[in-house]
C-alpha cells in the first residue's frame, strides 16, 4: 500500500493541488462578479478574497517542484541527449548514469539548502501579505519537492543500472483510454455493407 502511494506521490498531490486552484479561482472569479450585481453586493462586499490569487500562486509553486519530480521518474524531465544517443555500449551507459547521479547530488544539496533556509525562515515572524501565513510553510516545497526529485532520479539510476532501460514517455498514449487497434473497428468495406443490408 505504502509503494503504491509513493509511486503515484506526484499524481496525488498535483491533482489535489490543480482541483484546489481551481476551485479557489472560481470562487474568486464568481465573487467579482457578483460584486457588480445589485442587491448581491452588499454582502459580496463584506467578504475580502484578495488572498485567493496569493493562494493560486502558492499552489502553482508546489505543482511545479513536484512536477519535476514527476517529470524525472517518467521520462519527460527536460535533458540534453543528443551526444548520448549517439553513442552505444559501456560509454552510454557510463554517461546516463554520470546524468542521473549528478541531477540525484544537485537536487539533493537544493533540498539541503533549502531545509536550512526554511529552519532559518520558521525562526523569524515573517509572513505571506494576504493570506499572513508562515513564509517557511511556503518555501517548505523546495526542500520537499527537492529531496522527492533527488529520491526519483536515484530510483531512475538504480533501476537503469539493472535493466538498461531509461523512462521513457509515450506522448501519443493517455492512460484510461483503449487502444485503438484493441478495439475493433468495421472496414469502409463492412460499413457499406452493412448499409445495404
Not at 12 to 28: K, Q
Not at 74 to 98: A, E, N, S, Y
Request: proline share 3%; hydrophobic share 50%; glycine share 8%.
Amino acid at each position: 500500500m505504502f509503494n503504491r502511494i509513493l509511486n503515484h506521490l506526484e499524481e496525488w498531490l498535483i491533482t489535489f493541488l490543480i482541483g484546489a486552484a481551481t476551485l479557489v479561482i472560481f470562487f474568486a472569479v464568481a465573487h467579482r462578479f457578483l460584486s457588480g450585481v445589485p442587491w448581491i453586493q452588499d454582502y459580496t462586499v463584506r467578504m475580502n478574497v484578495s488572498w485567493a490569487q496569493e493562494l493560486c500562486i502558492y499552489m502553482f509553486v508546489w505543482m511545479a517542484k513536484f512536477g519535476a519530480a514527476y517529470g524525472v521518474r517518467t521520462g519527460i524531465h527536460v535533458g540534453v541527449d543528443v551526444i548520448i544517443r549517439k553513442l552505444t555500449g559501456m560509454p552510454q551507459k557510463v554517461l546516463v548514469m554520470f546524468g542521473l547521479l549528478a541531477g540525484a547530488l544537485f537536487t539533493g544539496i537544493v533540498a539541503t539548502l533549502g531545509a536550512n533556509f526554511v529552519w532559518y525562515m520558521s525562526q523569524t515572524d515573517q509572513v505571506s501579505a494576504d493570506l499572513e501565513m508562515p513564509m517557511w510553510i511556503v518555501y517548505l516545497c523546495v526542500p520537499l519537492g527537492s529531496s522527492l526529485m533527488c529520491y526519483r532520479f536515484l530510483q531512475v539510476a538504480w533501476s537503469y543500472s539493472r535493466s538498461g532501460e531509461l523512462p521513457h514517455h509515450d506522448h501519443g498514449h493517455v492512460e484510461g483510454i483503449e487502444d485503438v487497434a484493441a478495439v475493433a473497428v468495421p472496414s469502409d468495406q463492412e460499413l457499406a455493407h452493412g448499409a445495404r443490408k
